[in-house]
């Protein structure tokens, strides 16, 4: 019964962090929807909050290395870098950095510079790869 629960708790917990970050990426695509033309479709909304949710529900939650078979034997991690643990922090940064600056130039009303848009855009698109491709990384090696 615990590990069910547990399990449902895990899903939901995954869940919520999918819609936040399809939440982020529509924030961002609606900034950079206002400053490039070509990319005001729904198409575009729709691709950013799929990445957004593909991206945090892989990424902020990786297994550590080793969980599937238990702790590793002899201290095999220590002292070595966790490449997808590393991916995924860095890449949550960018991705929520990126949000936050979208939100906060949507309250606040400002008209950024082009190049302050295509910033937040590459922050952005960076932060939800590395998030994809590091939790991809820790599903694969368990």
């Not at 990126?98 to 590459?122: E, K, N, Q, Y």
């Amino acid at each position: 019964m615990q590990t069910r629960v547990r399990k449902v708790a895990h899903v939901l917990e995954r869940l919520g962090l999918a819609m936040a970050g399809a939440a982020s990426g529509l924030f961002v695509a609606a900034l950079v929807g206002t400053s490039y033309a070509v990319l005001t479709s729904q198409a575009f909304l729709l691709l950013m909050m799929t990445g957004g949710a593909v991206g945090f529900y892989l990424g902020i939650d990786t297994p550590p290395p080793g969980a599937a078979n238990g702790p590793a034997k002899d201290g095999a991690w220590v002292g070595k870098i966790d490449a997808p643990e590393l991916l995924s922090a860095v890449g949550t940064f960018l991705a929520a950095f990126s949000a936050f600056a979208c939100v906060g130039v949507i309250v606040l009303r400002h008209d950024p510079h082009l190049a302050w848009t295509s910033m937040i855009m590459a922050g952005w698109v960076i932060g939800i790869t590395m998030q994809i491709v590091a939790g991809t990384i820790a599903r694969l090696r368990r």
